[in-house]
């Protein structure tokens, strides 16, 4: 079986492959900050850090291939990363299909975020492999990441939907829950790659 991936493993890590993903999720990452810049004007300056969910998220997994890149895993950044990329991508597919649901339509713009973070999901699994972290790191990231969630339902500082803000404490409720479930990867590939070290 491990044979069987050793060429798609072998793509996905190549300096090229992985220069190309960079630049990708540089530019989305760029492109996401911009996508915020409403809610960041009126955002007080104390919640700035904790807005811009998804850009933040891929710009973990940025400095993250720049470790890569240089023989060198930044762990922290990669348990930040591996975990908001999940939560942050699966959460924005399904923010936009509820607007689906609720207005019947949400455009191209909407379309391209349903792929786009549905594949800053797709990335984060896909280089499961290339993870160093340990269970400290993954603490240290699920304060981070629950922590998060508490200043955007607790403080009101969630991405506007406006369309869906009559839902805001389901919102929230599946937030939570999504959360875990993305700490609790982290932990599982975490877990799996020191049974395998065991071997």
Not at 15 to 43: D, P
Not at 53 to 62: H, V
Not at 190 to 196: C, D, T, V
Request: with cysteine; net charge positive; glycine share 6%.
């Amino acid at each position: 079986m491990k044979s069987f991936f050793a060429p798609a493993w072998y793509a996905l890590t190549h300096r090229s492959f992985l220069t190309l993903i960079l630049i990708i999720n540089f530019f989305g990452t760029l492109y996401g900050y911009y996508w915020y810049k409403g809610q960041l004007s009126v955002t007080e300056p104390h919640f700035l850090i904790f807005v811009p969910d998804s850009p933040t998220a891929s710009l973990f997994f940025c400095i993250a291939i720049v470790g890569w890149l240089f023989g060198k895993n930044f762990k922290l950044i990669e348990a930040l990363a591996v975990i908001t990329l999940v939560k942050y991508g699966l959460w924005a597919v399904v923010m936009n299909l509820l607007t689906l649901a609720e207005t019947g339509s949400i455009g191209l713009t909407g379309w391209m975020l349903v792929a786009s973070h549905f594949l800053m999901a797709v990335e984060a699994i896909l280089y499961m492999g290339k993870y160093r972290f340990s269970h400290i790191h993954i603490i240290i990231a699920a304060i981070w990441t629950l922590h998060n969630d508490v200043i955007d339902y607790v403080y009101g500082q969630m991405p506007t939907y406006r369309v869906l803000d009559l839902y805001a404490s389901h919102i929230g409720y599946f937030t939570f829950w999504l959360s875990i479930s993305c700490i609790f990867i982290a932990y599982l590939i975490y877990n799996k790659r020191e049974y395998l070290h065991k071997l």
